[in-house]
Antibody, heavy 119, light 107 residues
């Protein structure tokens, strides 16, 4: 059974870099036709898409993040990671990693990890 | 960027009745429209994709319709667990965008 689990620092200082990891179990992240990515949700607010990638293929980022987001993959650990630089209080949110199939929306999510940006 | 607008922001309906939630796209997204349900403290749950196809395990009381720029999520015979928040999302263009959500509350 496919499962995703986010992990992260919980608290990050303003102007620093946020690093989150999504650990995938039950399927290889290099499997064909699977796409992976992140969304986030500020407290009490709606959902915002961050990025989506296909292993060995292209990565798409939300331009609203103004090039602060970077994705990386560790296939040996079946993990992918998100780095978000120069964070501000506006980046405080629950971050979810997810999986989607080709030409489909995200259908499986992790439980989410809360990140607070504060000094 | 395609702007997704959901209406109303809050919908009050009695249990057992039908609810119609609307989602409008600022430009055509064909049928590349999904609906998610989100309960407090939980990740979003995919209900509908392709504008009208129920995801695996979703009860038949949930149905979706529409194409292009106008979409509707219908929940027939509302159950107590249905009174939560619903989001639409387009996956036709980058960046993927969500509506701001509709909160379904008990009347």
């Amino acid at each position: 059974q496919l499962q995703l689990q986010e992990s992260g620092p919980g608290l990050v200082k303003p102007s620093e870099t946020l690093s989150l990891t999504c650990t995938v179990s039950g399927v290889s992240i290099s499997s064909s036709n699977y796409f992976w990515g992140w969304i986030r949700q500020p407290p009490g607010k709606g959902l915002e898409w961050i990025e989506t990638f296909y292993y060995g293929g292209s990565t798409y980022y939300n331009p609203s993040l103004k090039s602060r987001a970077t994705m990386s993959v560790d296939a040996s650990r079946n993990q992918f990671s998100l780095r978000l630089s120069s964070v501000t209080a506006a980046d405080t949110a629950v971050y979810y990693c997810g999986r989607r199939l080709l030409n489909a929306p995200f259908d499986i999510w992790g439980q989410g990890t809360m990140v607070t940006v504060s000094s | 960027e395609i702007v997704m607008t959901q209406s109303p922001a809050t919908l009050s309906v009695s249990p057992g009745e039908r609810a119609n939630l609307s989602c409008r796209a600022s430009q055509s997204v064909s049928s590349n429209l999904a609906w998610y349900q989100q309960k407090p403290g939980q990740a979003p749950r995919l209900l509908i994709y392709g504008a009208s196809t129920r995801a695996t395990g979703i009860p038949a009381r949930f149905s979706g319709s529409g194409s292009g720029t106008e979409f509707t999520l219908t929940i027939s015979s509302l159950q107590s667990e249905d009174f939560v928040v619903y989001y639409c999302q387009q996956y036709d263009n980058w960046p993927r965008t969500f509506g701001q959500g509709t909160k379904l509350e008990i009347k």
